[in-house]
């Protein structure tokens, strides 16, 4: 029980932060798609992207590292904060060597023309990652979520301030990102005293024991990353190859729906990593794992359900004249976000025995199925729909490969023949709203009947919830009348 507490604690507060911060984003559709093209917002999209694959490669992914050995007590947490900064700072340099390069040689056009926007860009967000992940390690986790609060804010505020007063467009866009980053990164700088740790001057420490044990945890983590970015954006730049920019802005804004799903998933993610490393039995003796991970698909799945179903009244409401046939899009990446949370629970298991390696070897497997799949399936398809199936069809893959590797470290009781059923379910539905193009009876009939079979193959979990869930409200209820 006391498991269960640490968690439910743990994902209350990253509910605070998270959810504040991916609601505002996800009700800002409207604005980017009303008032940027769908060019701009493939420029700035695969401006993102690019960053992403960036900084976990020039920082040797040093926040893998800084998460999973902040939580130790015994562990030098300001040899862990400064060697971390020391790595930043040389990245940096880099990016703006090769930033001067690209400007000159014009290699990629998209960052040649806004330069000084894909450094900061670059700057914030691995600085950003390695201050969340120092506070999220010490357990400053009601900090992490007041972060997410002040950045929401500060994006909202400069979103209005410089898109729609000052008309600003992709520039103002591109401030607003920047500074939101920056503003959550330096409220945490500052509540962790992070600032007192860092001793960048102690060369002594370079080749310290410790180094080789930071580096020997988030090198192969490094593989780990570009294959997860593998599979999640490198399928963008196929679409750019083979469809154009503006596909790509119209492909882009298609995971602003998935993202309602993924909220739940980062939400869930971030806490659950802390109490796998805490409450790890390979046993599994009280079914904390195996109760978990039953519940935690039944709500993936069935919320994936219900978002498929209601698909093109979503779009209708966040996508603004071209973006709407992105619509078409969501379905599949949905999908592929269900079998990611559970390859990311499953993880929480590698990341409990410090087994970073282990996080590759599925994500390779995953990234290389992407890459061949992608140019396939576009190239046949003539469509970004392509990229779409290929993405759900690579995160199958990898939670495959993780379920298989999982049994290796603990004994956990799954359903298999539930869940894949209920996959299959999942891909009916999607079928259904691709080809039925009118929102009749007939239509919201069948997609809610197989919703409602998800529930009933899942009822045990959902009575689970609902037991859960009236326990917490009772339990408040008491300590309200007692007070």
């Known amino acids: 029980m006391k498991g269960y507490k640490y968690l439910a604690k743990n994902i209350a507060l990253m509910t605070i932060g998270n959810f504040a911060s991916r609601m505002l984003s996800f009700f800002l559709v409207p604005l980017y798609t009303s008032i940027l093209t769908t060019k701009e917002y493939g420029i700035f999209d695969l401006m993102i992207v690019s960053v992403q694959i960036m900084v976990p490669i020039l920082t040797q992914n040093i926040m893998e590292s800084v998460l999973r050995f902040s939580m130790d007590e015994n562990q030098d947490k300001d040899f862990i904060v400064s060697y971390a900064v020391r790595l930043f700072c040389i990245s940096c340099l880099i990016v703006v060597v090769l930033v001067g390069v690209n400007h000159f040689t014009g290699i990629l056009s998209f960052v040649q023309q806004y330069s000084m926007f894909f450094f900061f860009i670059y700057s914030v967000t691995a600085i950003q990652g390695i201050i969340m992940s120092y506070a999220r390690g010490i357990g400053k986790v009601a900090d992490v979520s007041i972060s997410g609060v002040i ?280 079928i259904l709203v691709l080809n039925i193009l009118h929102d009749d009876i007939l239509f919201y009939g069948f997609t809610i009947v197989i919703s409602l079979i998800i529930l009933y193959l899942y009822r045990r979990e959902f009575e689970n919830v609902l037991n859960k869930f009236g326990f917490i409200l009772k339990t408040n209820l008491i300590h309200e009348r007692r007070e």
């Open 151 to 430: 950045s929401s804010i500060a994006l909202v505020s400069l979103n209005i301030l410089l898109l729609v007063v000052y008309k600003n467009g992709i520039i103002g866009y591109f401030i607003s990102y920047i500074v939101a980053l920056g503003a959550q990164s330096a409220y945490l700088f500052l509540k962790t005293g992070m600032w007192k740790n860092i001793h960048l001057l102690r060369k002594e420490q370079i080749r310290s024991v410790q180094a080789v044990e930071l580096m020997k945890y988030s090198r192969p983590m490094i593989l780990n990353s570009i294959a997860w970015w593998v599979n999640n954006v490198s399928d963008r730049y196929v679409v750019v190859w083979m469809c154009g920019l503006a596909a790509n802005g119209i492909y882009s804004v298609a995971g602003k729906i998935p993202s309602i799903l993924n909220i739940f998933q980062t939400i869930f993610s971030q806490a659950w990593v802390i109490s796998a490393v805490k409450e790890f039995d390979p046993e599994d003796k009280h079914g904390f794992f195996s109760n978990l991970y039953n519940t935690y698909n039944f709500l993936m799945v069935f919320l994936c359900s219900l978002l498929i179903v209601f698909d093109r009244q979503l779009a209708a409401f966040l996508y603004a004249k071209d973006f709407y046939l992105a619509w078409r899009y969501v379905p599949f990446l949905m999908i592929a976000i269900v079998f990611g949370s559970m390859s990311g629970f499953i993880g929480g298991v590698f990341s409990a025995v410090k087994n970073s390696k282990i996080f590759a070897q599925s994500t390779l497997m995953g990234a290389f199925s992407n890459i061949v799949l992608n140019f396939i399936l576009i190239y046949l398809l003539k469509d970004p729909m392509g990229a779409a199936i290929a993405t759900a069809f690579t995160y199958w893959i990898v939670w495959v490969i993780r379920v298989r590797q999982m049994k290796k470290y603990m004994r956990i009781k799954l359903f298999l023949l539930r869940d894949y059923l209920s996959y299959g379910l999942l891909v009916i539905q999607t």
